[in-house]
């Protein structure tokens, strides 16, 4: 049975391939594995149909046979796997891998959403202006560790893994010109991971989604 994964009909991020489905698509797409997308409305994502996939009625999910799975971190988990492709045979070095795919949703992506929440919900507050700092800081003291560790190296642990693509999937959150600029190894692996085939088509996938919403908008 064809790999069914859920996404948004009408993504908020506008095109820029910042949508939770995005990492499991590339996943799919670094793996060869062909997947249909159910395209969902914020309506459809709270009906029964939809919650009986994920409990908090979000995106993605995915269907591979007799299994659903929510969270992208855990699909992208399960398809890497089960799949060749996006973690080391050699067991030490998997486990290497998995440790970076925690690493990136656990301990470098909370700081990066905080940070976003802030701009997104309490810029009208009178503590924005005095909390900014803070979570810059917090940002980019996990931005030096990061860097510190990547050094001049192509990946993180040998050849690019899925730690590689959800470490890729949390910085592409981050504004480049604004944070990435201080840290030009971390930008040159984020673009080299942007300038894979399977990044590409996933991106493409993704963006054409979001264009014909737009002529449909219009």
């Given at each position: 049975?064809?790999?069914?994964i859920?996404?948004?009909?009408q993504?908020?991020?506008?095109?820029?391939?910042?949508?939770?489905?995005?990492?499991?698509?590339?996943?799919?797409?670094?793996v060869?594995?062909?997947?249909?997308?159910?395209?969902?409305?914020?309506?459809?994502?709270?009906?029964?149909?939809?919650?009986?996939?994920?409990?908090?009625?979000?995106?993605?999910?995915?269907?591979?046979?007799?299994?659903?799975?929510?969270?992208?971190?855990?699909?992208?988990?399960?398809?890497?796997g089960?799949?060749?492709?996006?973690?080391?045979?050699?067991?030490d070095?998997?486990?290497?891998a998995?440790?970076?795919?925690?690493?990136?949703?656990?301990?470098?992506?909370?700081?990066?959403?905080?940070?976003?929440?802030?701009?997104?919900?309490?810029?009208?507050?009178?503590?924005?202006?005095?909390?900014?700092?803070?979570?810059?800081?917090?940002?980019?003291?996990?931005?030096?560790?990061?860097?510190?560790?990547?050094?001049?190296?192509?990946?993180?642990?040998?050849a690019?893994?899925a730690?590689?693509?959800?470490?890729?999937?949390?910085?592409?959150?981050?504004?480049?010109?604004?944070?990435?600029?201080?840290?030009?190894?971390?930008?040159?692996?984020?673009?080299?991971?942007?300038?894979?085939?399977a990044?590409?088509?996933a991106?493409?996938?993704?963006?054409?989604v979001?264009?014909?919403?737009?002529?449909?908008?219009?």
């Amino acid at each position: 049975m064809t790999i069914t994964i859920t996404a948004f009909e009408q993504s908020p991020d506008r095109g820029r391939g910042l949508a939770r489905d995005m990492p499991v698509r590339w996943a799919l797409e670094e793996v060869g594995q062909p997947y249909e997308v159910k395209l969902l409305s914020f309506a459809a994502m709270k009906e029964p149909a939809h919650l009986a996939l994920h409990p908090f009625g979000q995106i993605p999910t995915m269907e591979d046979g007799a299994l659903g799975l929510f969270e992208s971190g855990a699909i992208v988990l399960h398809i890497a796997g089960r799949y060749p492709g996006l973690l080391p045979v050699d067991q030490d070095a998997r486990a290497r891998a998995i440790s970076w795919m925690f690493a990136a949703v656990s301990t470098i992506e909370p700081v990066i959403v905080e940070r976003e929440m802030a701009f997104l919900l309490e810029r009208d507050k009178p503590w924005h202006a005095d909390r900014l700092p803070l979570l810059d800081a917090r940002v980019r003291g996990r931005l030096t560790q990061l860097a510190n560790r990547l050094a001049d190296a192509e990946w993180l642990d040998g050849a690019f893994s899925a730690g590689d693509l959800l470490m890729v999937t949390v910085l592409r959150r981050l504004d480049r010109a604004e944070m990435l600029d201080a840290f030009p190894n971390l930008d040159a692996y984020v673009e080299r991971a942007e300038k894979r085939p399977a990044f590409q088509r996933a991106f493409n996938a993704q963006h054409a989604v979001y264009l014909q919403n737009s002529k449909g908008a219009g």
